[in-house]
């Protein structure tokens, strides 16, 4: 390889260019201008986002994070969730009992906006090059701190940086080169994801029905359509994916409903397996990670890309306070101060949505009493329902400012 | 020094607190180190230096070169924890500290930085006698180990430009700066050497007010820093019972 000596050092480089990672650039850029250099590392970078049935439900605080970087206004197809319904029942109960019913809060406000994750990542692309982010379309497969810099090499050519933030997925390699360990836990359960058609309107309502195997979900998409996430044991999840269609149908409308009206699949049904993974340490030296390099919770409430967006506000709010202070974006008390706001946060939600999985996936009747107890008293308390509502969208506790729509 | 050392009470030097700090200037950049609590300081006494200069000389505080074209002097830079985010905010920086070590440690590490700042083994009167003039003027924790406050306020005086102001962070002499400075950051915290501080050196607010008062400085911002011991953090509060932070300006 030929190495060249370095550049002028950057102050923040970002391994990968998925939603977390162009976030972060945007909101680093946008912030702190020309004066603050910020370059984004991804193989991925050499073509077009790829085909992906995945969807997001951006919640009210990664909403605002968006429309503070102008990236919202991308997105032309966003589809509000105005309504949830939560149910739990067996698979044979002929009427689902609603146990939870979520709509609007007086200002009128969506309680998420379901988008297609490939049109976030074009919209937010878009907005990385229009901010000026120098764009490598190669990885960073190994690199070296001490106490000023992180020195790395991307293709043919070497890089430092005072810090390294590493957006690059849930088998992070700079994670483990960074000798991070994670706490983990598979649930030998997969998410089967799909795009469905149906003949009635879905009326911006989400349902979430809490089957024995696992949760339900039907999250409303523009148009007649809805994508589904149906948690399953990872056997089972492989045998449903792989019926002939007549049949995976057939399977589908015993747990969808047929409330919508006849059912169509509009794209194949893939399976994901769900794990549970925290990272030991959100940092190192002149390393941070971000989004899923930091934590993959379970899908059930949605969280995951939120928890991501919190980091990425966080991170950005530590590092500008830092930059307009003259000290330096990759040091050792901000790199805390991340750690610190973060990593708990993270902790708590991890086990409150492993814990919410395994209460509900349970056939259990004592069980099952006890958990429609639970949800019955919470949807008789006003107090309570606001609370788990606005917990869900992410605008409790210390928020940072990005996420209160406010400019850092 | 010669020159200081012949007439003994005409210096600000106490010659005995230059050699603990030498012995402790290796660890200035360490993060984890014996500097840690002034790591820790850095932000608060950054902001309170920048926010009057910003006020003063009509910058952006949001602007990452805010202070582009200041000349500033750091009187007690000691490795540099102040001097160089001033510098990367646009200053033109000048570090005095008498331990000569301390200065070879904050030239190796500006270079590190890639930045450029004007490190001199040199004492505040030497300056002033050299007829050097600044914007900005600091004694960060300087002031509570000088042996003649009053020479020391009336030669850093001299050196502000009219318009410009000084800028001193240091430690009140109280009962609760005797129990938390001394008792704990030194022999309970062990955040810093035991026999760093002297009680009885520690300057009051009104003390300084008071120095400002008599070489022509007229007092603009004070405010106390506040530890929270749970975050590790300090900012800024209204108590300026144990550490504060007082500027005065010069009329322009």
């Known amino acids: 390889m030929n190495k060249q000596m370095p550049d002028k050092p950057l102050d923040v480089a970002i391994a990968g260019a998925g939603i977390a990672g162009a976030a972060l650039g945007v909101a680093l850029k946008q912030t702190l201008g020309g004066g603050f250099s910020v370059a984004m590392f991804d193989p991925a970078l050499a073509r077009e986002p790829a085909r992906d049935d995945r969807v997001v439900a951006i919640a009210g605080g990664a909403r605002r994070l968006f429309e503070a970087l102008g990236v919202w206004e991308r997105l032309v197809e966003a589809q509000p969730i105005r309504a949830m319904e939560i149910t739990d029942s067996k698979l044979s109960d002929a009427v689902r009992q609603t146990f939870l019913e979520f709509s609007e809060d007086e200002e009128g406000e969506p309680f998420a906006h379901m988008v297609e994750n490939r049109a976030l990542i074009v919209a937010l692309r878009e907005a990385a090059e229009e901010a000026g982010i120098e764009l490598v379309a190669s990885g960073i497969d190994s690199y070296l701190a001490d106490e000023s810099f992180a020195t790395f090499s991307s293709g043919e050519k070497q890089y430092r940086a005072r810090l390294l933030a590493a957006a690059d997925g849930a088998q992070s390699r700079l994670r483990s080169l960074a000798k991070i360990q994670t706490i983990a836990r598979g649930y030998d359960q997969s998410g089967i994801v799909a795009t469905i058609g149906h003949a009635r309107e879905h009326d911006s309502k989400a349902v979430q029905h809490f089957l024995p195997s696992g949760s339900f979900a039907i999250l409303p998409l523009t148009g007649k359509r809805s994508s589904i996430v149906w948690t399953e044991a990872s056997a089972e999840a492989k045998r449903i994916v792989a019926l002939p269609p007549a049949e995976f149908l057939a399977e589908l409308e015993l747990r969808f409903g047929l409330q919508l009206g006849e059912l169509e699949v509009l794209s194949p049904a893939r399976a994901y397996p769900l794990q549970i993974s925290i990272a030991r340490s959100f940092i190192a030296e002149r390393l941070a990670l971000v989004g899923d390099a930091a934590h993959v919770i379970h899908p059930l409430a949605g969280q995951g890309l939120n928890m991501g967006l919190r980091d990425v506000a966080a991170l950005a709010e530590c590092i500008a306070d830092n930059a307009r202070l003259g000290l330096d974006p990759g040091a050792p008390e901000l790199l805390s101060r991340y750690q610190r706001w973060r990593r708990a946060d993270t902790v708590a939600m991890g086990l409150a949505t492993d814990g919410l999985n395994r209460l509900f996936s349970n056939d259990s009747t004592p069980l099952k009493y006890l958990r429609d107890l639970g949800l019955g008293i919470v949807d008789r308390a006003p107090a309570l329902k606001k609370f788990f509502a606005r917990e869900a969208a992410g605008l409790t506790g210390d928020v940072p400012k990005l996420l209160r729509g406010e400019f850092i | ?252």
């Open chain 2, 1 to 252: 020094m010669v020159e200081a050392q012949r007439k003994p009470r005409e210096t600000t030097i106490d010659a005995a607190e230059v050699s603990r700090f030498a012995a402790m200037s290796r660890e200035w950049w360490a993060p984890r180190g014996k500097m840690r609590p002034l790591h820790a300081l850095n932000p608060v006494r950054i902001a309170f230096i920048k926010d009057i200069a910003c006020d003063l000389f009509d910058r952006s505080p949001r602007k990452l070169d805010c202070l582009s074209g200041l000349r500033v002097l750091d009187i007690g830079c000691g490795g540099g924890i102040l001097s160089e985010p001033l510098a990367r905010l646009g200053a033109e920086v000048v570090g005095i500290d008498p331990a000569e070590e301390n200065v070879e440690v904050a030239k190796l590490h500006a270079e590190q930085s890639g930045l450029a700042i004007d490190y001199r083994a040199a004492t505040a009167e030497e300056l002033a006698d050299n007829g050097e003039r600044f914007d900005i003027v600091i004694a960060s924790e300087v002031v509570e180990h000088v042996a003649h406050l009053s020479l020391f306020v009336k030669r850093a005086a001299e050196m502000v430009k009219p318009g410009g102001f000084i800028a001193v962070t240091t430690i009140n002499r109280t009962m609760k700066s005797f129990a938390l400075a001394i008792v704990g950051a030194e022999y309970v915290l062990r955040w810093l050497p035991v026999g760093t501080h002297t009680w009885d050196k520690f300057v009051t607010p009104e003390e300084m007010y008071d120095e400002f008062s008599i070489y022509g400085l007229a007092e603009i911002d004070r405010g106390g820093i506040i530890f929270n011991p749970l975050s590790g953090e300090w900012r800024r509060g209204l108590d300026t019972d144990v550490n504060y932070m007082i500027a005065a300006k010069k009329p322009g």
